[in-house]
């Protein structure tokens, strides 16, 4: 398994979206930033929004076993093998990203319980 790289893009809002739905003053997401880069392979980085995870774990766990060989979605959606751009599940203020396969294994830290 290899660890797959996070670029965060775009941070964006929906202003009409958010002017009808949102709560008073609601701005593009507050906890990931534009050029921020984290790494993932079987869990969630730290620091990573819980729900940004939930909407691109899957990406990142065929890209971490070797979906970079080819192209996603038989090559009608993104160019270049081993990469992917999804976007978190937010409608009114989505967070853009680009993920990508590395060369790098990835490495299961375990913690023991004393007893």
């Known amino acids: 398994m290899k660890k797959v790289k996070i670029t965060i893009l775009k941070t964006m809002l929906y202003e009409g979206l958010a002017k009808e739905?949102?709560?008073?003053?609601?701005?593009a997401c507050s906890m990931m930033k534009e050029s921020d880069v984290f790494y993932a392979d079987y869990a969630k980085p730290k620091g990573f929004c819980?729900?940004?995870w939930k909407a691109l774990?899957?990406?990142v766990?065929?890209?971490?076993?070797g979906a970079d060989?080819?192209?996603?979605?038989?090559?009608d959606w993104i160019k270049?093998?081993?990469v992917t751009i999804v976007s978190c599940n937010d409608g009114l203020r989505?967070?853009?990203m680009k993920l990508e396969a590395t060369d790098e294994d990835a490495k299961?830290?375990?913690t023991t319980v004393e007893r």
């Not at 739905?21 to 701005?27: A, D, E, F, H, T």
């Not at 766990?61 to 076993?65: D, Q, S, V």
């Open 21 to 27: 739905y949102g709560i008073c003053g609601l701005k």
């Open 50 to 52: 819980n729900e940004a």
């Open 57 to 59: 774990y899957q990406y």
């Open 61 to 65: 766990f065929a890209l971490a076993h």
């Open 69 to 75: 060989k080819g192209l996603f979605y038989y090559g």
């Open 80 to 82: 270049e093998p081993g």
């Open 94 to 96: 989505p967070v853009i």
């Open 108 to 110: 299961i830290e375990y």
